[in-house]
């Protein structure tokens, strides 16, 4: 199996930007979709955005798409969240999740198809 664990977040202004990483350590990360997700208080945890095997499919929530980008290098065993133009709504404990299952070029954002979770990390947009 793979451990995934997140870094970068941190308590910002509305309007600027942070990245979020998350390194795994275990299996071979190629293996991997990888899925980012975030969970704000007393809300139910919601897809971000997620990145193919290959790195070459991308797909993102209507709520992030223009502002956040990922990537993933895995040479460096680690996917990316740029976030840009942060919001006050964007305020959330973000994790990310691995997806051993999907198609080398695919990704997905139905939350159960991701075996592996992370810890988290807390984002705070302030206003």
């Known amino acids: 199996q793979v451990q995934l664990v997140e870094s970068g977040g941190g308590l910002v202004q509305a309007g600027v930007s942070l990245r979020l990483s998350c390194t795994a350590s275990?299996?071979?990360?190629?293996?991997?979709?990888i899925g980012w997700f975030r969970q704000a208080p007393g809300k139910e945890r919601e897809f971000v955005a997620a990145?193919?095997?290959?790195?070459?499919?991308?797909y993102y929530a209507d709520s992030v798409r223009g502002r956040f980008t990922i990537s993933r290098d895995n040479g460096k065993n680690t996917v990316y969240l740029q976030m840009n133009s942060l919001k006050p709504d964007d305020t959330a404990v973000y994790y990310c999740?691995?997806?051993?299952?999907?198609?080398?070029?695919?990704?997905?954002?139905?939350?159960?198809?991701?075996?592996?979770w992370g810890q988290g990390t807390q984002v705070t947009v302030s206003s």
């Open positions: 275990g299996r071979t990360f190629s293996d991997y979709a």
């Open positions: 990145i193919s095997r290959s790195g070459t499919g991308t």
């Open positions: 999740a691995g997806d051993p299952h999907v198609h080398i070029h695919a990704a997905t954002a139905n939350r159960g198809a991701y075996d592996y």
